[in-house]
């Protein structure tokens, strides 16, 4: 690895600023090769990541080492910055972005994706392909909330039906007492008092 120049000029001061502040800007990032790629290739997966809010920049290496590590990131992700990169800078799903890279990957192979930073945790390339096949975060909300709906609800029809015996069964039950009670007879005298 290149040295680490310990003053930074002016230039590339700036250019590492506009980099955090793009990195401030998104969530998650998947780093991947794009060496061998013809422009209307890297057109093409540039206009399917936007559908999913995410744009996908060339970056120079050292610039990105510097904005992450300065930022606080992993510093795992300094393999994946070597050799021509591109970043798929998103604020939306990340298993989306990691589907639509791997599909492309597959359709174009000079693709490869290499890693990535998703909850500001590092992802090989095998966990992203892991996590490129699973339902994206409103799908499992979706899925878990459908899987606590239902024996909640059973439980609520249960509590209903319940309280409706119970509230039905003591009205019905209270009732024929009270009527009952004004034509009751006096109970007899004891037989003591019978006989004085």
Known sequence: MAMRATKIQPVKADAIGDLKTQINANKDFIFAEYRGMTVEQISALRKQLREKNT???????NFARIAFEELGFPKEIEPVLLG??????????ANEVAKIL???SKEVPALKVKGGLVDKGFMNAAGLEVLSKLPSKNVLISMFMGALKSPVQK???????????LGGGASEAA???AEAAP??????APAAEAQA
């Open 84 to 93: 021509p990169t591109g970043v798929a800078f998103t604020s939306g799903e």
């Open 183 to 188: 034509a009751a007879e006096p109970a007899p």
């Open 155 to 165: 439980l609520v029809y249960t509590l209903v039906a319940y309280q409706e015996k």
């Open 55 to 61: 744009q996908f920049h060339v970056i120079k290496n």
């Open 175 to 177: 009732a024929p007492a």
């Open 102 to 104: 791997m599909d492309f």
